[in-house]
């Protein structure tokens, strides 16, 4: 299995609802990360989970909340969104945390905050 | 923050042309990478080169590096109309953290 799987495809939620994105990878891979992206925007970066211990929050809003239950799970967890916080968000694994790992996606999540 | 200035943003050829993009970055890096995009899809990885390399090649692409210029380029021989989408690339300065550049945007007329 060498891909990264993302549920829900499509999330439409208001700004008073709480959700969660779920990421899966069964590629043995130690770190994880989530990244959101604005159309025709290149993906910005928001954590990083390295054996499963947050190890890189790139100053995200408290309304976004990473989890990461178990090496092949990650989960985002969302509430009080504002619609300027409608992105694709994306999901990325690597062997392990650090040099020369290529990243491998997800198909991403289609957020839009109403 | 984005370190990354792509070149053109938007590129538009006929099927069998190659198609070159340019990317450059501000600081020292470990490695480049070039990744594609799909439209509103996740991100596929097609090269890496690290920063002690001058070239690599991987099926019709061809990468360079000029750490002295910090610029990479990438270039698509043969283009297919399968091949339009959306190239970013993206440094690795030395934490593990990839910086993507902006982008380009590719369309290949069949």
């Known amino acids: 299995d060498t891909e990264v799987t993302q549920t829900p495809k499509h999330l439409v939620m208001g700004m008073t609802n709480k959700k969660s994105l779920k990421c899966e990878q069964h590629?043995?891979?130690?770190?994880m990360y989530w990244y959101k992206q604005k159309a025709k925007k290149p993906p910005e970066l928001m954590f990083v989970?390295?054996?499963?211990?947050?190890?890189i929050n790139e100053s995200v809003p408290s309304r976004f909340s990473p989890e990461c239950p178990n090496s092949s799970l990650l989960n985002l967890h969302l509430h009080a969104l504002q619609p300027e916080d409608s992105a694709l968000y994306l999901c990325?694994?690597?062997?392990?945390?650090?040099?020369?790992?290529?990243?491998?996606f997800g198909p991403g999540t289609r957020l839009t905050v109403l | 923050s984005q370190q990354g200035e792509e070149d053109p943003q938007a590129l538009s050829i006929q099927e069998g042309e190659n198609a070159t993009m340019n990317c450059s970055y501000k600081?020292?890096?470990?490695?480049l990478q070039w990744y594609r995009q799909n439209s509103g899809r996740g991100l596929v990885h097609l090269i890496l080169?690290?920063?002690?390399?001058r070239e690599k090649h991987s099926g019709r692409l061809r990468v360079t590096l000029d750490t002295s210029k910090k610029s990479s380029s990438l270039l698509i021989t043969a283009s297919r109309a399968a091949d339009t989408a959306s190239y970013f690339c993206?440094?690795?300065?030395?934490?593990?953290?990839?910086?993507f550049g902006q982008g380009t945007t590719l369309q290949v007329k069949p």
């Open positions: 990325a694994s690597t062997v392990r945390e650090g040099r020369y790992n290529e990243q491998f």
């Open positions: 590629m043995g891979h130690r770190a």
């Open positions: 989970y390295s054996y499963e211990k947050l190890s």
């Open positions: 600081t020292s890096i470990n490695n």
């Open positions: 080169i690290r920063s002690n390399e």
């Open positions: 993206a440094t690795d300065q030395d934490t593990g953290k990839l910086i």
